[in-house]
């Protein structure tokens, strides 16, 4: 028997409950990792709920010729092919400001622990050492944040550092001086190598894109001071690693805290070797609160949709809408 809603990625939570009381739902976690099984299965549902590692291409999008709605349990879209989905009459939502708190937050916190040495401190005191010199900080206070991408995250990030009295610069090429985020956020907004050069941290929240894709690379690094910490919240395909590494290696800037990366899971490399570097496995929105907001929210558009009425957080205009025939 074939479900209306296939899910092919892990989420759990009372909405999902609630999801499975009011039709049929199949969850495989691992089905993303088999995209031909993936096809077969979306032949003759209604609904797919994906996070990020499932491939929403044009062609499985075509194979599933029943489909309503595609469910994003997250922000970034760059897995699902949102044009083919738009032709094909199938409305794509994704859930943009479930988790968004999450994401800053972790912001924060790396900024702390790469200004403060967190990781290294911990590993030392572990192995039973207690050298109070070597593990002299920095504060945030009075420093810097360049903030890449001052969207809903960039901006959340950037009103806690001012809690902090950290100065925000921000550049996006998607807003004006007078935009709302740079307005409530006191950012100074300017041109990306000006951010570069006179940033104590960069923070990238950037959505991966053609355009923004290996956009911090060695020369961008090298722009950068050489006490200045990098972040990367957003995508891995955005930083090019192997500039990153030898940017580190050259002591081109202090450190970089990178909770996302080029491949994911990533092999092993240089970065896993270095105390500068702080490394944590795609989890800026993997807190309790964002994912039951997250789940909550795709999983009512989902039932939105598949009972006729519009989907709260779509982001495309599908027409005309495609039905079963
Ligand atoms: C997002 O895009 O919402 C986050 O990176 C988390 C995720 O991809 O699931």
């Known amino acids: ?180 985020a740079v307005t409530e956020t006191h950012a100074e907004l300017v041109e990306l190598e000006d951010l570069l050069k006179n940033s104590d941290f960069v923070s990238c929240h950037l959505p991966l894109t053609p355009q923004t894709a290996r956009l911090f690379n060695y020369q961008r690094f090298a722009a950068m001071k050489p006490t200045a910490f990098f972040l990367n919240l957003a995508r891995g395909e955005v930083v090019d690693e192997k500039d990153l590494i030898r940017a580190l290696e050259d002591k081109r800037i202090a450190g970089a805290a990178l909770d996302v990366r080029q491949t994911e899971p990533p092999a092993s490399d240089a970065l896993c070797t270095m105390n500068n570097v702080i490394l944590t496995p795609h989890i800026a929105a993997f807190t309790r609160e964002a994912q039951d907001r997250v789940v909550t929210a795709i999983c009512r558009d989902v039932q939105n949709v598949l009972s006729g009425r519009n989907a709260k957080n779509f982001v495309n205009f599908p027409r005309p809408r495609r039905r079963e025939s």
């Open 1 to 180: 028997m074939s479900s209306d809603v296939i899910i092919s990625e892990n989420i759990s939570g009372k909405a999902l409950e609630e999801l499975q009381s009011s039709c049929g739902v199949t969850l495989d976690p691992g089905l993303w990792k088999a995209p031909d099984k993936l096809k077969k299965a979306v032949a003759n549902c209604r609904a797919l709920i994906v996070r990020n590692q499932t491939r929403v291409t044009a062609e499985l999008i075509s194979a599933a010729t029943r489909l309503e709605i595609i469910g994003r349990a997250g922000a970034g879209l760059d897995n699902v092919d949102v044009a083919a989905a738009t032709a094909a009459g199938v409305v794509v939502a994704s859930t943009p400001d479930q988790n968004s708190i999450s994401v800053a937050e972790l912001a924060i916190g790396m900024m702390l622990s790469l200004a403060r040495k967190l990781p290294e401190a911990d590993a030392h005191v572990r192995g039973g050492g207690w050298d109070r010199q070597r593990f002299v900080g920095t504060e945030l206070y009075g420093k810097s944040l360049g903030i890449v991408g001052l969207g809903r995250i960039g901006v959340l990030t950037a009103s806690r550092a001012r809690a902090m009295g950290m100065n925000i610069l921000a550049h996006d090429t998607c807003i004006s001086p007078d935009s709302v």
